[in-house]
């Protein structure tokens, strides 16, 4: 089934000697979007080949691993996110061999693979689903699912008030054959994505059974989509009118971080475990939790349950660095208190990308601070993750035309903020060229016509340009043994810069609008932009770029420091 591709030779730092702890606890994780990253057979849209092709870029880029979003067999109503068979490719990404050539590929070129798992919700064409559907009125094959009567004289209403991510009711009435409306069935997400029913045995074996087909792949672990949401509280009880939006922002409810879940979680630590492989080799899970604070999140990452959990409430912050500064202490502490390593993430396919976040004053400002936030992630203790483009610099494309979105949340208006469509525009690879070298045809989301200017091919080689500024920063945080997993303390700074310290190692971050002056923290490593120093020594000379005098830190900045 594996075709020998001919890889192009890939200079790489050598790996930092393992901590012994686990290699997840400082892994720099790039996240691929399958159907935006690379399109191997024209068709417009990303494949399994294609990623394979381009997995040098990843090495090169000086990665650990790769995560895979969904590429199952799906109809897509949702990116994939609705599974209709979770052992098999669907025919637009490839064939299981590809995906098998892939995770080897990967491994010969020293990158972990993580796949995409979703267990809070199947396709509404998923066998179980169609034969829930066929088992009128309330048969059995419907207990997999949440199937309800409806409220008002003739169940017209839904079961209850939860209201769907994407926007409208989460319950969507079935109908009988001869027309007459029947029982309703629960989606947190899109009416295609109904819910399992997680206190079905037969959902919890299967969930182990696919985990096991993947493993036995030779997957690396999974990242578990909604990993918050498979347990919903007893009874399903209301949320109340007008509380929802309310309660979503603080996520307090009824089907949204309920404890069961750890159940679940913990039975699926058994089963990685069960994999062996040592620190280095271990099968990992990453929970995505959308879950109110960094304390509630720990939970999800104890000893027992997964290895990490994405932290959205970094993610969300915005540009200050005194909020910046409580949601790394914050993060930190809790994962501290369970013995867990932190992630940090700044984009990923569901949220506007921070380039675009952070421009306030307009995109020059925002690539300059998307810069920064870089450099200040990859030197925070834990582990990142990398969202595909970022490390182009990429910004949000805002101008898509309606006809061409696909994002379910955009059909259902006044669900989840934000268009999702916008950060998931294909990557730009070179200069000219179809779809800018994504493949040999056009690309499911149209590109903007400056992206050929700030393709891998464009930057490349270029002094400054932000794929050489990412791979400076993954190349150094390699090479020195203090940065990744250990310790961190914060040195004092004026207002709107943060100074952190680690082992011989000191990064800076101006997030104010102008250039603040420090003393020289030590020998410049990287910066994201060019760094003043002065003022003029008493003999005339400028003040070097190793310890001595004072340093002007560029407005929207951050610089790495040996000491
Ligand atoms: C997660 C995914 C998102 C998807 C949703 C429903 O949040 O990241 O893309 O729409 O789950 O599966």
């Known amino acids: 089934m594996t075709q020998e591709l001919t890889t192009p030779a890939v200079q790489t730092e050598p790996a930092r000697p393992g901590s012994g702890r686990g290699w997840w606890r400082d892994a720099v994780i790039y996240q691929v979007y399958v159907r935006s990253f690379a399109d191997s057979d024209g068709d417009g849209v990303g494949d399994l080949r294609g990623v394979r092709e381009r997995l040098p870029h990843l090495a090169g ?35 299981l061999g590809d995906a098998d050539d892939l995770v080897r ?33 309330r048969g059995a094959a419907r207990e997999r699912y949440h199937f309800r009567p409806g409220r008002g004289a003739d169940g017209e209403l839904p079961p209850n008030d939860w209201e769907s991510v994407f926007g409208g009711p989460a319950w969507t009435r079935t109908a009988e054959p001869d027309g ?70 603080g996520q307090a409810l009824p089907f949204f971080d309920q404890d069961g879940v750890h159940d679940i979680h913990r039975s699926w630590r058994r089963l990685l475990d069960s994999y062996g492989g040592g620190p280095d080799g271990a099968r990992v899970g990453v929970a995505e939790a959308w879950v109110a604070d960094a304390e509630r ?119 989840q903020e934000g268009y999702r469509d916008g950060c998931r525009v294909p990557i730009p690879w070179s200069r000219t060229g179809a779809s800018y070298g994504f493949g040999p045809g056009g690309s499911w989301l149209p590109q903007p016509e400056t992206w050929g200017g700030l393709s891998v091919e464009a930057q490349a080689g270029v002094p400054g340009s932000t794929l050489e500024l990412y791979r400076a920063a993954l190349a150094l945080r390699r090479r020195l043994p203090g940065l990744g997993d250990g310790p961190m303390a914060w040195l004092p700074a004026p207002e709107g810069v943060l100074a952190l310290s680690r082992p011989g190692f000191v990064c800076t971050l101006n997030t ?52």
């Open 61 to 95: 880029l000086g990665v650990d691993a790769v995560w895979l979003t969904p590429f199952y067999v799906s109809p897509q109503a949702d990116g994939g996110y609705d599974v209709a068979d979770y052992r098999a490719v669907d025919p637009l990404f490839g064939t």
């Open 297 to 415: 999140l720990a939970l999800y990452v104890r000893p027992d349950e997964l290895h990490q959990a994405f932290n959205f409430h970094f993610l969300t912050c915005p540009w200050d660095a005194a909020g910046m500064r409580r949601v790394i202490d914050e993060s930190l502490a809790a994962t501290a208190s369970v013995g867990a390593a932190t992630t940090w993430v700044l984009s990923n396919h569901d949220v506007v990308r921070h380039a675009t976040r952070y421009a306030a004053a307009g995109p020059e400002q925002g690539l300059a601070r998307a810069r920064a936030a870089a450099l200040l992630m990859l030197a925070l203790p834990g582990s990142a993750y990398v969202y595909q483009g970022e490390e182009l610099g990429l910004p949000e494309v805002l101008d898509l035309p309606d006809e061409v979105r696909q994002d379910p949340a955009f059909q259902r208006a006044a669900g």
């Open 512 to 563: 104010l609008g102008t250039p603040v002056d420090l003393p020289v923290p030590g020998r410049e490593l990287l910066a994201s932009e060019p760094m003043a120093y002065g003022p003029p020594r008493g003999d005339g000379a400028g003040a070097a770029a190793d310890g001595a005098g004072t340093v002007r830190l560029p407005a929207d900045s951050c610089a790495w420091w040996a000491v």
């Open 180 to 249: 007459t409306p029947g029982d309703w069935y629960l989606h947190l997400f899109a009416p295609e994505q109904p819910d399992l029913n997680w206190d079905h045995p037969e959902v919890r074996e299967e969930f182990v059974s696919i985990l096991r087909f993947w493993l036995d792949l030779g997957v690396d672990g999974f990242r578990v989509d909604v990993a918050h949401g498979m347990v919903k509280a007893p009874g399903m009880p209301d949320i109340g009118r007008g509380e929802q939006a309310r309660l979503i922002a």
């Open 105 to 137: 590929t990967a491994h010969e070129l020293g990158l972990k693979v993580i796949v995409d798992i979703v267990p809070n919700h199947t396709s509404d064409r998923h066998p179980w689903f169609r034969a829930a559907l066929a088992d009128r009125p």
